[in-house]
């Protein structure tokens, strides 16, 4: 069972890695911070995954008031704990996060064109396809 724990100045050091094949599809934990950093008068959100005590990866999400939406911009699992489920619980958890929190009723993402495993994931949550592209990612709906 994972757990978040919010990203502070005492534990932003966790030596989280994605793996060489993923490199080019997400960002790696440093990125994630400056995003974070970017949003965070949007509400950003980034957390770190937690299986017991053990960091397993990251997530990014923050409030878009301009598209009524939360935006799941980043997620991430370290390249020693994939193909292990964490990933699918962790999208399970924070569409949970977005619904309680009630600020919107819709989440959007965006994966990369050749990113086939994301999307696999994120179309078996319900998102959608809207149609519309952001250079090269495709960009995702759904509704909470």
Sequence with gaps: MIRFEKVTPNNWRQGLKVSEAQKMYVANDMQIL????????????????YNGDTPIGMVLYYDCDELSSYVFSELFIDERYQSQGFGRETVSKILELMKNDGKYDCVVLCYKTENTVARDLYSSFGFKHTGEQDEDEIIMKKKL
């Design 34 to 49: 400056a995003r974070a950093y970017a949003f965070r008068d949007m509400r950003s959100n980034a957390l770190f995954i």
